[in-house]
């Protein structure tokens, strides 16, 4: 199974030089958020792929135009092509803007889902738009990790904690993988391929 990740930058390969075929091979297209609406749309459009989506902190109008086609997976656990996977958007608090959330309501949010993992036996992907503390966030407040996402790999060891919001010009070297136990973590910035159950 083919997986293409994408949060914050829209790809121009994908949108604005789009040609047939980009997307083939593809089974399913995970957004960590910052995107255009109108990006997702278009390419659940001309894909095959379901696309599931969580919101960036910059996703403001989404809930007046959601993209078209795709499903939002906050705050929520959904089993897709066999694939458990979790979605917690948003960043730290740091502006009081949406979809901005501080460390406590982070944690309330994963509290609130801990039935749904137990009902279904832990979890394979969490999509989220902030990163782990210490595992690829940035040394400004605005794009600090959470720590309660520790807690989280820590506790169901998910094979991959994918994540958006550090862009690749925000550090000298963007490190795309890192790991943390049993989990694989991808910052997802512009587009990266995952082959499943492999890396990309």
Request: proline content about 4%; overall charge negative.
């Amino acid at each position: 199974m083919k997986l293409l990740l994408i949060s914050d930058r829209e790809s121009e390969c994908l949108w604005d030089y789009y040609q047939p075929g980009h997307l083939d091979g593809i089974d399913l297209i995970l957004s960590c958020g910052d995107l255009h609406s109108q990006y997702l749309s278009f390419l659940v459009t001309m894909g095959s792929a379901p696309l599931l989506y969580v919101h960036g902190n910059h996703d403001k109008t989404y809930d007046q135009h959601p993209p078209e086609g795709c499903r939002c997976v906050e705050d929520s656990l959904v089993t897709v092509q066999g694939l458990r996977i979790l979605g917690l958007g948003g960043s730290i608090l740091y502006s009081g803007g949406p979809h901005q959330y501080t460390e406590r309501q982070m944690a309330r949010r994963i509290q609130r889902l801990a039935f749904q993992l137990w009902r279904a036996g832990g979890v394979d992907i969490v999509l989220a738009h902030a990163p782990m503390e210490g595992y690829g966030d940035g040394e400004d407040y605005a794009h600090r990790g959470f720590s309660c996402f520790l807690h989280l790999v820590d506790k169901y060891r998910p094979r991959y904690f994918i994540h958006g919001h550090v862009h690749a010009n925000y550090v000298a070297r963007l490190e795309r993988v890192r790991q943390r136990g049993e989990t694989t973590i991808i910052n997802a910035y512009e587009r990266y391929t995952l082959d499943w159950p492999g890396r990309g």
